[in-house]
């Protein structure tokens, strides 16, 4: 598991504590109820970290078995609750990095002497306004449903991908 702060690659023997969870924004499951996941990260005060904007969280999945114990065991950055965390961070062909998720921060509270705790928002987050799609529709008359949510992505600056199933 990689933990970003800011880009920067966090060493998780500092991080003391690590929730996930979600909310729902409308607390109704309905047409147009969005949920969201958050995460609260408990890190050391030693780990001398700035006040993020901005948390990634990666985790690695090994697709082959061609590294060695040695290999494995140097890609260990510290612990997590007792357990062994190891870094994924080079660039070789041996494992895939995936993303658990991006976080906006929402919350930060240094008042603790030892541990600061962070409270940080996925990108869903920043949908939560009303959209006006007139200024999209007047140019060509209408709008496809794909124009559309490429168009309230490009608003709120966050990637649109789409999926294809047969």
Known sequence: MNVYFDNVLINTDYITDLKKGNILFDKELELGATTSQYIEIQIHKKANTPIPKQIRIEYGILINHALTVAEVNAMLVGTLNGIPI????ANDSS???IPIGIYNVDDYNDEDDNVINIKALDNMIKFE???DGSELISQKGYATLAEVAKDICEKVGV???FYFFS
Do not use: D, P, T
């Open 129 to 131: 306004f009303n959209y």
């Open 159 to 161: 990637e649109l991908r």
């Open 95 to 97: 494992f895939e990095i």
């Open 86 to 89: 190891k870094s994924l961070s």
